[in-house]
Each structure stands twice: as C-alpha cells, then as structure tokens.
C-alpha cells in the first residue's frame, strides 16, 4: 500500500506547537456584549456624523474594536459603520481628523483600511476612499503604524 508522505499532519506529532489562542489573550467580554456595544456605538457614531464631527464619530468607533472569534457579527458591525465615517468624511478634513486620533486608535483605523481592502465591493466604498485614508494615515502615523498592524495578532 502506498502512502503519500505529503498528506501528513508534522504539528499533529509536535507537542510544542502554538495554538492560535496562545499568540494574544482573547477578548474578556461576553460576545452578546460585545455585540450590543458595537450597535450601540453605531447610533452613537450616526449621531456625530450628523453634527459633522467625524473626528468624533470616528474615536467612538474605535474604542474598544472587537476582536478574536465568536464576535464575528459585531465585527462586521464595526467595520460597517467606520466605512460610512470614511466615505463621510471630505477629503480636505482627513488628515485633521487622522492627527486627532491616539497612536492606539491610528493602529486600529489601519487595521479597519486593510480589512475594508479586503473585502472589494463592500457597500459604497470604493478602493479610492480607503487608499486616500491609508495615504494620510501614513503621512501621520508613518510606516510603523503598518508594522505594528501587520504584526498584531488580534484581528479586528
């Protein structure tokens, strides 16, 4: 009988591999929570928009971003919602509005850039949006705000 040596699971045998769980300490909060918060923000940031504040709108919607599994509908949320602050806001005001942000919410926003880019034909975002948003967030926060995205193993 042949056996095709490629088809083998190596980690299966190894009793020091790192389980994914290991890499970062999973979200604390329970995921009907984390949903309910994420919705909650929404309307919070559909308000501020209202007022044109999208600086504002935009530090709501990145504080506290869910992340690790089980959360997927909040993150989908989220995502949604900081999409619309980036298609609302003009691009003249971006990179006001990129300065205004913490080192912790530009790492964040980067994170949400890349994973709207991910997903093409999301809503009414186009590419040019997010581009012009990595664009100035780079100018603001320089390239190791992509590192520290990249390198992040909490997904949003």
Not at 8 to 17: L, R
Not at 30 to 44: I, M
Request: negative net charge; charged residues 25%.
């Amino acid at each position: 009988m042949e056996y095709n040596f490629r088809k083998i699971d190596i980690d299966a045998y190894d009793e020091d591999i790192i389980q994914e769980s290991e890499l970062y300490d999973a979200d604390p909060r329970d995921p009907a929570a984390v949903l309910d918060e994420a919705k909650q923000r929404q309307v919070a940031v559909r308000s501020a928009l209202s007022k044109n504040d999208a600086a504002g709108a935009l530090t709501i919607a990145l504080e506290n971003a869910p992340y690790g599994p089980n959360v997927e509908e909040a993150k989908l949320i989220t995502l949604n919602t900081i999409l619309s602050i980036l298609n609302a806001t003009r691009s003249n005001e971006i990179s006001g509005v990129v300065r205004a942000l913490p080192q912790d919410a530009q790492d964040t926003l980067m994170k949400y850039l890349y994973k709207g880019m991910s997903t093409a034909g999301m809503g009414d975002t186009s590419g040019n949006v997010l581009l012009g948003w990595h664009e100035k967030l780079t100018e603001a926060a320089g390239t190791g705000c992509i590192v520290r995205t990249m390198t992040d193993r909490r997904t949003v």
